[in-house]
């Protein structure tokens, strides 16, 4: 039995759950209202305050889905009551970021600047303490890291001197540049 599967997604108060045809399950709370597709062999049944998520066969298939599906349903409960955040880190000279409106527009040393418009239910925001941070919210967890890892490259922090876009406590590896002056 799937770890993650067997266990129940508990709703919490403020939050409704629907199982509507063809196995769509919608999922409303106080941020907004979240809809996914669950696939048609796995059973979704909501008893009381839990979603319960059962399998019909031992299969691989039916395996890999009855945790993904557990995990899609919580993930859209989660979205809904306490939202998601991505904080990016901008480090190197004359990297910025600007707010235009809702446009986020990046200068990262190119020859133009980078603008980067959020989908629909993303909001971006530049930290006001520390200027090179950005943060990335919103209620559905894969468009929140989708947009962060599509902004990260841009330009991802390279090895050597730390350039780059990086998640807040990402660690890169730094490496040693040339040997200058060595004798052999």
Same mark, same amino acid.
């Not at 939050?15 to 106080?30: A, F, Q, S, W």
């Not at 446009?103 to 303490?129: A, M, Y």
């Given at each position: 039995?799937?770890?993650?599967?067997?266990?129940?997604? %508990?709703?919490?108060?403020?939050?409704?759950?629907?199982?509507?045809?063809?196995?769509?399950?919608?999922? *409303?709370?106080?941020?907004?209202?979240?809809?996914?597709?669950?696939?048609?062999?796995?059973?979704?049944?909501?008893?009381?305050?839990?979603?319960? !998520? /059962?399998?019909?066969?031992?299969?691989?298939?039916?395996?890999?889905?009855?945790?993904?599906?557990? %995990?899609?349903?919580?993930?859209?409960?989660?979205?809904?009551? *306490?939202?998601?955040?991505?904080?990016?880190?901008?480090?190197?000279?004359?990297? @910025?970021? #600007?707010?235009?409106? %809702?446009?986020?527009?990046?200068?990262?040393?190119?020859?133009?600047?980078?603008? !980067?418009?959020?989908?629909?239910?993303?909001?971006?925001?530049?930290?006001?303490? *520390?200027? #090179?941070?950005?943060?990335?919210?919103?209620?559905? /967890?894969?468009?929140?890291?989708?947009?962060?890892? /599509?902004?990260?490259?841009?330009? /991802?922090?390279?090895?050597?001197?730390?350039?780059?876009?990086?998640?807040?406590?990402?660690?890169?590896? @730094?490496?040693?540049? *040339?040997?200058?002056?060595?004798?052999?």
């Amino acid at each position: 039995m799937s770890r993650i599967g067997k266990l129940p997604v %508990t709703i919490p108060s403020g939050v409704t759950v629907e199982k509507k045809d063809n196995n769509l399950i919608v999922v *409303k709370g106080p941020k907004g209202e979240l809809s996914s597709s669950i696939h048609n062999d796995i059973e979704v049944t909501i008893e009381e305050n839990q979603v319960i !998520v /059962k399998r019909p066969t031992e299969s691989k298939l039916h395996k890999g889905l009855h945790g993904l599906s557990r %995990t899609l349903i919580y993930n859209m409960v989660e979205g809904v009551t *306490k939202g998601y955040e991505k904080r990016l880190e901008i480090n190197g000279v004359g990297y @910025r970021a #600007n707010m235009q409106g %809702t446009k986020l527009v990046l200068s990262l040393g190119f020859s133009h600047p980078v603008e !980067v418009n959020p989908p629909e239910g993303i909001t971006v925001s530049i930290d006001q303490e *520390k200027k #090179n941070i950005l943060i990335i919210s919103g209620i559905n /967890k894969q468009e929140v890291g989708e947009l962060a890892a /599509k902004i990260r490259a841009y330009r /991802k922090p390279e090895p050597y001197k730390g350039k780059g876009i990086r998640y807040e406590n990402e660690y890169v590896a @730094r490496k040693a540049g *040339k040997a200058a002056g060595k004798e052999k």
